[in-house]
């Protein structure tokens, strides 16, 4: 072999050796970032702060760090809810329902008594939050009938279709009459599906809901008929005869087994008028 050639293969080798990739540098471990970010925080909501940094970051995160952090921020349970209400607000939007989903577990995991920052941080969820979060908190605020968000569970239903039967179920769950005009408005102009939802919330508004429903027993519609009707079979009072005789003598048409379940309700709440009337008279009229 000719030196020039052999040390033009010497240099390659050299230049090859040289481009050979380096080893990848090891990801730290989790619990080591996790544990660590609490021990330089020191007290327990700088704790909570710094866990909730790690689990919703600004930017790109390790994702074995952010489920490390949500883990202990559960653990947290009540102490940790402040920082997870800031992260409902504040997060990346992707983020949003994912902080709203660990503040739902940490509420799980405790014994007995309500955080005061619980239900604020769920009413800021549909606030502030993306269509997934709304569709976590919208449910689970509904459960404790707290009447504040209301009109903002019916903001988030106008301006979000998809949030909207949730929205129609939990207003009937909270049973505040002042959503009974816009579960009118869904019984009357919502699609099949969601109107009928819409007419059994309003069965569980009380008088005002049965007042709308009665006067949908008379429109012109046949599906928004029967789907008040229907609503308001298992709710009606002797109050409500009248509206189940009108309904039976002019759409007994609209469907056989709910005529015959109108006729049926119609002679139990007479049979219940008649023992109420016999019992008044036969008490003695106070002096």
């Known amino acids: 072999m000719s030196r020039p050639?052999?040390?033009?293969?010497?240099?390659?080798?050299?230049?090859?050796?040289?481009?050979?990739?380096?080893?990848a540098k090891e990801a730290p471990d989790p619990n080591s970032v996790v544990f660590g970010a609490m021990a330089k925080a020191g007290s327990i909501p700088a704790q909570a702060e710094a866990l909730a940094a790690l689990a919703w970051p600004l930017g790109p995160g390790d994702p074995r760090v952010r489920a490390k952090a949500k883990?202990?921020?559960v653990n947290?349970?009540?102490?940790?809810?402040?920082?997870?209400?800031?992260?409902?607000?504040?997060?990346?939007?992707?983020?949003?329902?994912?902080?709203?989903?660990?503040?739902?577990?940490?509420?799980?995991?405790l014994?007995?008594?309500m955080p005061p920052v619980?239900?604020?941080?769920?009413?800021?969820?549909?606030?502030?939050?993306?269509?997934?979060?709304r569709l976590l908190a919208i449910p689970e605020i509904s459960r404790f009938r707290l009447q504040s968000p209301v009109l903002t569970i019916i903001d988030a239903a106008i301006e979000d279709p998809e949030v909207l039967p949730v929205a129609v179920d939990a207003?009937?769950?909270?049973?505040?009459?002042?959503?009974?005009?816009?579960?009118?408005?869904?019984?009357?102009?919502?699609?099949?599906?969601?109107?009928?939802?819409?007419a059994v919330s309003l069965s569980r508004l009380g008088e005002p809901g049965r007042t709308i429903l009665k006067s949908a027993t008379r429109s012109d519609g046949k599906e928004i008929r029967l789907a008040a009707i229907r609503?308001?079979?298992?709710?009606?009072?002797?109050?409500?005869?009248?509206?189940?005789?009108?309904?039976?003598?002019?759409?007994?048409?609209?469907?056989?087994?709910?005529?015959?379940?109108?006729?049926?309700?119609?002679?139990?709440?007479?049979?219940?008028?008649?023992?109420?009337?016999?019992?008044?008279?036969?008490?003695?009229?106070?002096?």
């Open 5 to 23: 050639l052999a040390l033009l293969l010497a240099a390659s080798s050299i230049l090859f050796l040289g481009a050979a990739p380096r080893p």
């Open 71 to 73: 883990e202990e921020l």
């Open 76 to 109: 947290f349970a009540d102490q940790g809810m402040e920082a997870i209400w800031k992260a409902i607000r504040e997060a990346e939007p992707a983020d949003k329902a994912d902080a709203v989903d660990t503040l739902i577990l940490a509420f799980r995991r």
């Open 111 to 113: 014994s007995g008594g």
């Open 118 to 133: 619980y239900l604020p941080a769920l009413d800021d969820a549909i606030w502030f939050g993306t269509r997934e979060a």
């Open 171 to 198: 207003l009937g769950s909270m049973q505040d009459a002042r959503a009974r005009f816009f579960l009118e408005r869904v019984l009357h102009e919502g699609k099949p599906g969601i109107r009928e939802r819409a």
């Open 231 to 287: 609503a308001l079979l298992p709710v009606a009072t002797v109050n409500d005869i009248s509206s189940l005789y009108d309904y039976g003598r002019a759409h007994a048409d609209d469907d056989p087994a709910t005529a015959k379940a109108v006729e049926a309700a119609t002679l139990a709440l007479e049979k219940a008028l008649e023992s109420q009337r016999a019992l008044d008279a036969a008490s003695p009229t106070p002096r």
